[in-house]
């Protein structure tokens, strides 16, 4: 079956830089859309990034210029290099892939998820 793994994450000032990965294994092909979310205690998984397989890229607004989303398209690794990192972007980032061609910011348009990696901004 499908697996997602991230890493990556940790604990940072503000100010500071990560870089998040995410594998994914058992996947038959190109991945169309590949996401990343992010998860606060007591909220829904929200929308940062997407990337297809042109690859176009997408952020939400809060992240523009300050977080770039890159993939691997051959080997199937995501990567989100997150910059200027403030408080408000502490969370559970969750590494997600989609099989639809056109990349939608909706959770539910995804299929596989990572077990989701800690990100604490301080």
């Known amino acids: 079956h499908v697996q997602l793994v991230e890493s990556g994450g940790g604990s940072v000032q503000a100010g500071g830089s990560l870089e998040l990965s995410c594998v994914v294994s058992?996947?038959?092909?190109?991945?169309?859309?590949m996401g990343w979310f992010r998860q606060t205690t007591g909220n829904g998984r929200n929308w940062v990034a997407t990337?297809?397989?042109?690859?176009?890229?997408r952020y939400t607004d809060a992240v523009k210029g300050r977080f770039v989303v890159s993939r691997d398209i051959a080997k199937n690794i995501l990567t989100l290099q997150m910059n200027s990192l403030q408080p408000e972007d502490t969370g559970v980032y969750y590494c997600?892939?989609?099989?639809?061609?056109?990349?939608?910011?909706?959770?539910?348009?995804?299929?596989?998820w990572g077990q989701g990696t800690q990100v604490t901004v301080s």
């Open positions: 058992e996947y038959s092909g190109k991945i169309p859309c």
């Open positions: 997600a892939a989609s099989s639809s061609r056109k990349c939608f910011s909706r959770p539910s348009s995804f299929a596989y």
């Open positions: 990337i297809d397989s042109d690859p176009t890229t």
